[in-house]
């Protein structure tokens, strides 16, 4: 297994993505803590993961409370002994005209996915420096090129803003044997996607259709695992051929 005995954190892991990279870390041998604000449905992924037989961690969080985010990383590697895996997964998506976009709908998007994802990336950080090892994996979005595909320039703003931020912890944190890279995902299957996938029923998606979860968190797995030892500051493209230029 390609994650045996390590600790995992997922952000954002009540459904969708989330879930299935919670899921697939365990079943790739991780404990995994998971954390989202549906207690719900959290409990929900805690039971799957369990089901895989390793031991995890349910905790509802909301990123943008960094203070509280810090407590949590803290948490997680007092309560599993450890961690050596970060998903920042948690997001939110929001179709909103550039005419439109007031202070409110600004700063919602970008204190979860941006400012939340960048100091929950810093609270794990301090912990693997401890350690002298670690792995973080920002999932950001194709949006970082396109500029979207529905009206969501400030949710465009704030992947690119997370593209970036690995690209720098990558080069900083690469003394202390910590590796940062980003998935970004294009058409995804999703709830949060649901509306986008309307969008794309005109376009040509190369490999023919959308994405899953399950797309999502196998590239997750293996940017975390051993086999992508040599990469750090990498931003990889799933977008099934749809975006080839970046």
Known sequence: MRLANRVALVTGASRGIGRAIAIACAREGADVAVIGRDRRALEETARLVA???????????????????????ERVASDLGRLDL?????????????????????????????RGAFFCAQAAARVMTRQGFGTIVNVASDATWTGGMNPCAHYCASKAGMASFTRSFAKELARFGIRVNAVAP?????????DAAKVMADLQIPLGRLGTPEDVADVVVFLASDAARYMTGTILNLTAGLVLDR
């Open 186 to 194: 294009g058409m995804i299957a999703t709830d949060m996607g649901e």
């Open 51 to 73: 089901e895989t037989g390793r031991r995890t961690v349910p905790i509802v969080q909301d990123v943008s409370d960094v203070a509280g985010t810090r407590r949590v990383v």
């Open 86 to 114: 970060l998903v920042n997964n948690a997001g939110l998506y929001q179709v909103r005209p550039i005419l439109e976009i007031d202070e409110d709908d600004w700063d919602l998007l970008m204190a979860t996915n941006l």
